[in-house]
């Protein structure tokens, strides 16, 4: 499985939403739920599908009018290079001392 070269805070936003959810989710509903527009996402759930971290797939038939929704779900290989992407960043985020203790002041 392909490593993803470029973590950005809307790709761990859309990771976290995806890691937290049981059932596939739609994409703009995942869009909404980060508070990031389409057209951010959508090339983020693009890149993940392609690394095949998650799988995309679009919906039968339904009651709903408009366009078919595309519902994403992580694979098991996904969700674990998500589960350690985000554990790495939250460990990074926890060892970095603050720039005020390196000139003497306070926290």
């Known amino acids: 499985m392909a490593k993803l070269t470029r973590v950005t805070a809307p790709t761990l936003d859309v990771v976290q939403v995806l890691l937290g959810s049981a059932e596939p989710v ?28 998650l799988v995309g797939e679009w919906e039968g038939d339904s009651d709903h009018t408009g366009p078919r929704r595309r519902y994403y ?24 001392p603050s720039p005020r203790l390196a000139f003497g002041g306070s926290a």
């Not at 983020?44 to 392609?50: K, M, T, V, Y």
């Not at 674990?80 to 790495?88: G, L």
């Open 26 to 53: 739609w994409g703009l509903a995942l869009a909404k739920a980060v508070e990031r527009a389409p057209g951010t996402v959508y090339p983020i759930l693009s890149r993940l599908e392609d690394l095949g971290w």
């Open 73 to 96: 779900r992580l694979t098991d290989e996904g969700r674990a290079e998500a589960a350690a992407v985000i554990a790495a960043r939250q460990r990074r985020v926890v060892t970095v």
